[in-house]
């Protein structure tokens, strides 16, 4: 069984970044309590770029990552 990994970049207005980081994480563990598919579900906060944050989500396989969209 092959697994699904995504990566996204979320760009965001840096004076909302504590808001929508906070609404990812919420989503995050939604997801992983709510969605057995769901492996893996890490925000990545650059350092150097307040505009952006980083997603990593790793799913069982295809339909697991239909389920979850």
Known sequence: ???????????VAPEKRDQVLSQLA???ARSL???PGTLHFD??????????????EVYQDDAAFEAHR
């Open 26 to 28: 919420a989503h995050g």
């Open 43 to 56: 925000i990545l906060v650059p350092r150097e770029d307040a505009s952006k944050l980083l997603i990593y």
């Open 1 to 11: 069984m092959t697994k699904l990994a995504l990566i996204a970049t979320v760009e």
């Open 33 to 35: 309590r709510d969605e």
